[in-house]
C-alpha cells in the first residue's frame, strides 16, 4: 500500500553548538552498540534501573509475546522514589503543581515518598488490595493522581488511570473490562473555572451496581458536599492521616503487569493496552534521558494528562525514575487568559516543554502577542506529541516559543509502544519541519508496501520490525484480538500509521492510515490537506475526512477554523484554490466548513472520528469527552446548509 507523498521536502535545521556540547547523547556510540549487539544494548540500559535479583535472560520472543529480562525483579516506585530518598536527591523538588486557581503545592521526593508510601499502605491494609488487584483511579490533573499510580506500583496493583472527562458509561465499560475492585476518585477538578463534579460520574458508573467496584476512596479537592455511600465510599484524607509512613515495595516480576490504559477513541469493547513493569521502565527512563537532554536542574513540563499514555511515561515513570523535577498544571491553556502556559513557564522558569500540536496550533490562532508578553528565556528544549506537527506550526513553535534556540524533538509512538520510537536526538541529529526523525537506538522502523516490500521516498505502512522492551504485552483479557489488531496485516508490529522514509534516514509521519484517503487513485494523507491549509495566512486550525464520491471513490471535507483577526477576509473558493495550487487539484477540497472551533478533547486531541460521522451521515458518536459539546451541533447544522 504505497501513499502519495505531495508536501515538499524541507530543509534541515540544525542544533547550536551550545547545545550539542552539552548533550546527553553528541555521537553515533550509542547507535553503533545498538546495531552490533541489540540485546546488550538494552541490557546495558536496564541496569540503569535499580533491580531486586537479575534476570537470566535479556528477551524471550516467541511472536506475538516478548518477555524481557526473564527473571528478574524490581518496582517502579522503588525507582522513582526510594533511590531517590537514599540519594542527595532527597530534598529535591520532586512535583512542583499549580491548580487552576492558583494555588502552588511543592514536593519534595521525600515528601512525596511519604505521601505514596501511605496511600500505599491504605490500599494494602484497608482495603486488601493484593499484587495483580485492579484499581481505577479517575482523578484531575493533581499530586494525587500520580500519588496513586506510584502506590498502586508499589504494592503490585494494577493501575487503570482513566482522563477525567470521560463519562459515567465510558468509565463503566472500563471498570467492567478491567473488573477493578476499587477506585480513586476526587470531589471534582476544576476547568476553566467551572468545577467539574467527577464523584458524581463515579456515582453514575456504579448506580446499577453490576460493577466489581467495593470501595470508593475520595479525595477532596474542591472541597464541597459530595453524595456519600456509606460502607462504600471512604475520605481519602482521613485515611491518610491515620496511615503508617513506610510500605515494603513489592517484589515484581519483569513481566508483571504494571498497568492497564485503554486506547481513546475505540467504538464497541474498550481496548485496554497492557504493559509490564521491567521493559517498560527500562524504556521510559532511557528514552526520557535521552530524548529530553535530562539535565539535574530541569524543570520538565509535560502538559499531557496522566489519564493518557504520555502522561504515564514523559509525566510520572520517565521523568520521576530520572530524578526530575516534574511540573504540573491542573487547567486549561486559556484561563483565565490565552498566555496562562506562557504564565506558568515564566513563574516557574521551566526549561522543558513538552505538548501537542493542536494546542500549538490553537497558540497559534491566539496570536504571537500572548508568548510576546512574557520572558521564556528559561526554555532550552521544546517537544511535540499525539500527531504529525505540520511545518507551519513546527516553525511557529520554533520562533515564537524557544526564540529560534530551543531544540524540537517532535516525537512518534503510541499507546501500544510505551514509549518515543522515533525522533530527534537534540544534541545529534538535524531537524526537519514535519519529520518526527530517526529511529531511536535499540528501535529499527521501516516503511513497507503491504506486501512487504520495503519503500524509500515513497509513503506506506510504518512498522516497527524488531521487538522493544516497553511493547505492548497484549489488550487486556483478549490475546486473539491483540495479534488480529496489531500482527495480522503484516508480518511485522504495524502501527496503523502511514509514513514515508527520506534517504537521510527521516521518517514524516502522514497519520492514521484510516486518515489516508484514496482520491481518484491516488493515497493523500489528511496531514498533508491539512497542513497545506494551515499555511494560509487567514488559516488557524484545519482538520480533513474523506466522504464517498461516485467518481473518485472519496472526496476531501476539510473544516477550518480562522484566526480570529480573519473573520469575513477569506472565502471558501479561495482556500480550495489556495490547496490546488499548494499541493496539485487531485487534493482539493470538495467542501470546505467554515467553523469557530474543532471538536477537541480536554486535552487538546481534535476528534476527527466525530467530522467524519457528521461528513457521513451518520449518527454523532459520544461527545462527552468534548470540551464544548456544542460545536457537534452547531458544525451539523453548519453541514447540512451545504446541500
Known amino acids: 500500500m504505497a501513499i502519495d507523498v505531495l508536501l515538499p521536502e524541507l530543509e534541515f535545521i540544525y542544533p547550536s553548538d551550545s547545545f550539542a556540547k552539552q548533550a546527553n547523547i553528541s555521537d553515533e556510540s550509542l547507535y553503533k552498540r ?50 531517590h530518598v537514599n540519594s542527595e536527591r532527597k530534598h529535591k523538588t520532586a512535583l512542583l503543581w499549580e491548580g487552576e486557581m492558583g494555588e502552588v503545592r511543592e514536593l519534595s521526593y521525600q515528601a512525596l515518598f511519604e505521601a505514596v508510601n501511605r496511600l500505599a499502605y491504605v490500599l494494602k491494609h484497608q482495603f486488601n488490595i493484593q499484587k495483580g488487584d485492579r484499581v481505577t483511579l479517575y482523578m484531575p490533573l493533581i499530586p494525587e493522581l500520580a500519588i496513586g499510580v ?41 476547568r476553566r473555572g467551572k468545577p467539574l463534579m467527577l464523584k458524581e460520574i463515579v456515582d453514575q458508573a456504579l448506580a446499577s451496581n453490576d460493577t466489581a467496584v467495593e470501595n470508593v476512596l475520595v479525595y477532596s479537592h474542591l472541597g464541597v458536599p459530595v453524595n456519600w455511600v456509606e460502607g462504600r465510599d471512604f475520605d481519602y484524607k482521613t485515611l491518610i492521616d491515620e496511615a503508617e509512613s513506610f510500605q515494603e515495595p513489592e517484589k515484581m516480576d519483569s513481566e508483571d503487569v504494571l498497568f492497564i490504559l485503554y486506547s481513546s477513541g475505540t467504538t464497541g469493547k474498550p481496548k485496554g493496552i497492557v504493559h509490564t513493569t521491567g521493559g517498560y521502565l527500562t524504556h521510559a527512563k532511557f528514552s526520557t534521558w535521552a530524548v529530553f537532554d535530562l539535565k539535574e536542574d530541569d524543570r520538565y513540563w509535560c502538559t499531557a494528562d496522566i489519564g493518557w499514555i504520555t502522561g504515564h511515561t514523559y509525566g510520572v515513570y520517565g521523568p520521576l525514575s530520572n530524578g526530575a523535577t516534574v511540573f504540573m498544571y491542573e487547567g486549561a491553556p486559556d484561563y483565565p487568559d490565552k498566555d496562562r502556559f506562557w504564565n506558568l513557564i515564566e513563574k516557574h ?135 488480529d489488531v496489531y500482527w495480522k496485516t503484516l508480518s511485522t508490529y504495524f502501527a496503523g500509521d502511514g509514513a514515508v522514509q527520506y534517504e537521510d534516514g527521516h521518517f514524516m509521519v502522514l497519520g492514521r492510515i484510516d486518515d489516508v484517503l484514496n482520491v481518484a487513485g491516488h493515497r493523500i494523507g489528511t496531514m498533508e490537506v491539512e497542513s497545506a491549509l494551515v499555511e494560509h495566512e487567514h488559516v488557524a486550525e484545519a482538520a480533513v475526512v474523506g466522504i464517498f464520491d461516485e467518481i473518485k471513490g472519496q472526496a476531501i471535507v476539510a473544516f477550518v477554523t480562522l484566526s480570529d483577526e480573519s473573520r469575513g477576509l477569506v472565502s471558501v473558493d479561495i482556500l480550495i484554490q489556495w490547496v490546488s495550487e499548494s499541493i496539485g487539484p487531485i487534493a482539493k477540497p470538495k467542501h470546505i466548513v467554515l467553523t469557530p472551533e474543532l471538536p477537541k478533547t480536554r486535552s487538546g486531541k481534535i476528534m476527527r472520528r466525530l467530522l467524519s460521522d457528521i461528513a457521513n451521515g451518520k449518527v454523532v458518536g459520544d461527545v462527552t469527552t468534548l470540551a464544548n459539546p456544542a460545536i457537534v451541533q452547531h458544525l451539523e447544522i453548519e453541514w447540512k446548509k451545504l446541500f
Open 150 to 190: 506510584l502506590a498502586c506500583a508499589r504494592i503490585g496493583a494494577i493501575h487503570s488511570v482513566i482522563f477525567g472527562g470521560f463519562s459515567a458509561t465510558s468509565i463503566k465499560d472500563r471498570l467492567l473490562d478491567s473488573q477493578s475492585k476499587w477506585v480513586i476518585t476526587a470531589d471534582g477538578g476544576y
Open 349 to 483: 522558569k521551566l526549561t522543558l516543554f513538552y505538548t501537542a500540536p493542536t494546542a500549538i496550533r490553537s497558540f497559534m490562532k491566539w496570536g504571537d502577542a500572548y508568548p510576546k508578553a512574557h520572558d521564556l528565556s528559561s526554555l532550552r528544549l521544546l517537544g511535540t506529541v499525539g500527531e504529525p506537527i505540520n511545518p507551519e506550526a513546527w516553525q511557529w513553535y520554533f520562533a515564537h516559543i524557544g526564540g529560534k534556540k530551543c531544540p524540537i524533538v517532535d516525537t512518534w509512538w503510541q499507546t501500544e509502544t510505551g514509549g518515543i520510537m522515533i525522533t530527534t536526538l537534540p544534541g545529534l541529529h538535524p531537524m526537519k519541519p514535519g519529520c518526527a526523525g530517526v529511529a531511536l537506538p535499540g528501535i529499527e522502523a521501516k516503511v513497507v508496501e503491504t506486501e512487504g516490500t520495503v519503500l524509500v521516498e515513497k509513503g506506506g505502512l510504518l512498522t516497527l520490525t524488531r521487538p522493544w522492551p516497553s511493547m505492548l504485552r497484549g489488550i487486556w483479557g483478549d490475546m486473539q484480538r491483540y495479534e
Open 34 to 83: 545498538a546495531n552490533d549487539d541489540f540485546l546488550g544494548f538494552w541490557e546495558d540500559r536496564a541496569k540503569a534501573l535499580s533491580w531486586f535479583s537479575p534476570w537470566h535472560t535479556v528477551l524471550d520472543w516467541q511472536k506475538p509475546i516478548a518477555k524481557w529480562f526473564v527473571g528478574g525483579t524490581l518496582n517502579a516506585s522503588y525507582n522513582c522514589l526510594d533511590v
